[in-house]
């Protein structure tokens, strides 16, 4: 009996030894946050290539998740600052008090307001042509129209803009100056902003913290109107995206959401200090498409990962 019990236990630790414990299975936030790590090594490598200063923000408005790349670094924002003066103008047109702008009050053209880069206002006849606020937005949008610009500027006032700003928390979002006013930027008077504080404006607007559901889709719906941008370069047309991409000397930006069905993202990426503006251009590209890539995945997949297309008749 002795003899039998000790030849058990015997068998019992060899058994037990020769084993590997089972690994704890790998949950679906784990697995996801693999994605996660993959898209920061694109970004990364991305920006180790470029011959310039890069800085990202992109958020995941399903799940809060972020990633963040120099993203409280201050960048020149060119034509991007135009989301907090098309932000202030829906605000005011929703408050609509009686200082406050709408967008269906009229404007008459006048050769006084024009500059340079005006590809639609420049071509209306002073005097006689008149629009509305809305229509203004929509060059400023659409084209980066200037002198669109300057008017709703005007209109809905630089204060404003910025205290709409300070209101969301968001003290290095600045418009400083007009479009195309040399002297006030050789003064150092920049319209500023940071990937973080831009990331949250739109998701601020988007959430519902700035503006009604109407105003707020209305407000996207502007945003989202076909333009020439970095963002949407290497993704399908199908892809909704509503952002306002930037351009001065040595500097590219783009801002916007990325409406990926069950899986809508921020993304803003500036650059500034290029050696070549183009490969900015690239790099805010490839970006935006890891990104989508990434999100695409997560927005079709199942929690366990598993994709299945409409015609997938696969068991």
């Given at each position: 009996m002795f003899l039998r019990a000790i030849s058990l236990l015997?068998?019992?630790?060899?058994?037990?030894?020769?084993?590997?414990?089972?690994?704890?299975?790998?949950?679906?936030?784990?697995?996801?946050?693999?994605?996660?790590?993959?898209?920061?090594?694109?970004?990364?490598?991305?920006?180790?290539?470029?011959?310039?200063?890069?800085?990202?923000?992109?958020?995941?408005?399903?799940?809060g998740r972020a990633f963040l790349l120099h993203a409280d670094d201050m960048f020149p924002q060119a034509s991007s600052i135009k989301i907090a003066v098309l932000a202030e103008l829906y605000h005011q047109a929703q408050e609509s008090g009686p200082k406050d702008a709408k967008l269906t009050d009229l404007y008459t053209v006048q050769s006084s307001d024009l500059v340079p880069d005006s590809d639609i206002m420049g071509g209306l006849t002073p005097g006689v042509t008149r629009i509305t606020n809305r229509?203004?937005?929509?060059?400023?949008?659409?084209?980066?129209?200037n002198s669109a610009t300057n008017v709703l500027i005007d209109r809905v006032g630089m204060k404003n803009v910025n205290d709409l700003m300070a209101s969301l928390g968001l003290t290095h979002t600045l418009l400083r100056r007009k479009m195309m006013d040399i002297q006030a930027a050789s003064q150092g008077r920049e319209n500023i902003s940071t990937p973080r504080e831009m990331m949250t404006v739109l998701e601020d607007i988007y959430n519902g913290k700035v503006l009604n559901k109407a105003m707020t889709e209305d407000f996207f719906k502007m945003l989202s109107t076909h333009k020439e941008s970095f963002l949407p370069r290497l993704l399908p047309d199908s892809v909704r995206i509503a952002n306002k991409p930037g351009e001065?000397?040595?500097?590219?930006?783009?801002?916007g959401i990325v409406f990926v069905p069950n899986r809508p993202y921020v993304i803003c990426v500036m650059t500034t200090y290029l050696r070549n503006e183009r490969a900015g251009e690239d790099a805010i590209s490839r970006i935006s498409e890891a990104a989508y890539q990434t999100f695409d995945r997560l927005g079709r997949g199942s929690e366990y990962g598993r994709v299945v297309s409409p015609d997938n008749s696969t068991p």
């Open positions: 015997l068998a019992l630790s060899t058994c037990a030894g020769g084993q590997t414990a089972p690994a704890p299975q790998q949950t679906v936030t784990e697995k996801q946050a693999v994605l996660w790590e993959k898209l920061a090594a694109r970004i990364n490598e991305i920006d180790r290539n470029l011959d310039g200063v890069v800085g990202v923000a992109i958020l995941d408005l399903s799940s229509d203004l937005a929509t060059m400023m949008v659409a084209v980066s129209d001065l000397e040595a500097v590219r930006n783009d801002s």
